[in-house]
């Protein structure tokens, strides 16, 4: 078991004996999709649901997400399943709004070096301490992830997250090359949680069971997984997301890889 000294972050497993799971759609769709994926959340004694309300879409012609909407639907739902909420924020003038209704914050691989959006929303969180789950750039080093983090320490906020998510490499067989790597480097460069994204590195469902399973064997405190009802019709992302009874088989199998470790998937 690591010995790496244990960082408070409230609300999440931080290097303890927990492996916090953000699950939820890519896209926030309307209240039935969203909630039926938090009642299975809920249902499987996970804490956290995540979901896009604005997207940051390859193709401005894509479904872009449906804004505060979006939001309204995930707080509604969030109470209603005992819930806590985690949702991307991609532009500066959207920190107020998201964190009047979520309870994290997530920057995206696209705004990874985004230092004034950083920068804002460490001073706009200083007080609050809203969790920020901030994912690696698709092409960043480590090193440049953790120096990107310091603009939301120095402004103020340290319940950081960090994120693999993937990079981009010559492969083409996945969506992005997963690096596993970054879970035991982060673990010995830095005191911050790292969480793996397995659903945005696979591209493909039948990827995701074997990335995550790689990734609480490799020590990672926290997944995130993409859940959706009816995947063949998500408005983005659907040959990723895993629909909800496949999920649920998944953390039974990652509960059980997890006890190995002495650790709880929550
Ligand atoms: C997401 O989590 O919905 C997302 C867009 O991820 P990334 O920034 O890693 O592409
Ligand atoms: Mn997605």
Same mark, same amino acid.
């Given at each position: 078991?690591?010995?790496?000294? @244990? /960082? $408070?972050?409230?609300? =999440?497993?931080? *290097?303890?004996?927990?492996? +916090? %799971?953000?699950?939820?759609?890519?896209?926030? !769709?309307?209240?039935?999709?969203?909630?039926?994926?938090?009642?299975?959340?809920?249902?499987?004694?996970?804490?956290?649901?995540?979901?896009?309300?604005?997207?940051?879409?390859?193709?401005?012609?894509?479904?872009?997400?449906?804004?505060?909407?979006?939001?309204?639907?995930?707080?509604?739902?969030?109470?209603?399943?005992?819930?806590?909420?985690?949702?991307?924020?991609?532009?500066?003038?959207?920190?107020?709004?998201?964190?009047?209704?979520?309870?994290?914050?997530?920057?995206?691989?696209?705004?990874?070096?985004?230092?004034?959006?950083?920068?804002?929303?460490?001073?706009?969180?200083? @007080? /609050? $301490?809203?969790?920020? =789950?901030?994912? *690696?750039?698709?092409?960043? +080093? %480590?090193?440049?992830?953790?120096?990107?983090? !310091?603009?939301?320490?120095?402004?103020?906020?340290?319940?950081?997250?960090?994120?693999?998510?993937?990079?981009?490499?010559?492969?083409?067989?996945?969506?992005?090359?997963?690096?596993?790597?970054?879970?035991?480097?982060?673990?010995?460069?830095?005191?911050?949680?790292?969480?793996?994204?397995?659903?945005?590195?696979?591209?493909?469902?039948?990827?995701?069971?074997?990335?995550?399973?790689?990734?609480?064997?490799?020590?990672?405190?926290?997944?995130?997984?993409?859940?959706?009802?009816?995947?063949?019709?998500?408005?983005?992302?659907?040959?990723?997301?895993?629909?909800?009874?496949?999920?649920?088989?998944?953390?039974?199998? =990652?509960?059980?890889?997890?006890?190995?470790?002495?650790?709880?998937?929550?």
């Amino acid at each position: 078991m690591s010995s790496a000294p @244990v /960082s $408070k972050i409230p609300d =999440l497993g931080a *290097r303890t004996d927990e492996i +916090t %799971i953000f699950a939820g759609p890519c896209s926030v !769709e309307s209240v039935e999709q969203f909630n039926e994926v938090a009642e299975c959340v809920a249902s499987l004694g996970l804490h956290w649901i995540r979901g896009g309300a604005f997207k940051p879409r390859t193709n401005p012609h894509s479904f872009q997400g449906l804004g505060e909407e979006a939001l309204q639907i995930m707080q509604a739902g969030s109470v209603k399943y005992g819930l806590k909420t985690l949702t991307e924020v991609m532009d500066s003038e959207h920190i107020d709004l998201v964190s009047a209704y979520c309870d994290g914050i997530q920057v995206g691989a696209r705004n990874f070096q985004n230092f004034s959006l950083l920068k804002n929303i460490g001073a706009k969180t200083a @007080v /609050s $301490k809203k969790m920020v =789950l901030f994912k *690696r750039g698709f092409a960043g +080093t %480590i090193a440049e992830w953790l120096s990107a983090t !310091e603009y939301l320490t120095l402004a103020g906020n340290d319940n950081i997250v960090l994120c693999e998510r993937g990079l981009r490499t010559f492969e083409t067989a996945t969506r992005f090359t997963l690096d596993i790597s970054a879970v035991p480097v982060i673990h010995k460069q830095s005191l911050f949680p790292i969480c793996v994204d397995v659903s945005h590195p696979a591209g493909q469902r039948d990827l995701v069971p074997s990335l995550a399973r790689a990734a609480v064997a490799a020590g990672a405190d926290s997944i995130m997984i993409e859940v959706h009802p009816n995947p063949p019709e998500a408005l983005s992302d659907g040959p990723q997301q895993l629909t909800p009874a496949q999920f649920a088989d998944l953390v039974g199998e =990652l509960r059980e890889i997890a006890a190995v470790f002495g650790k709880k998937i929550v």
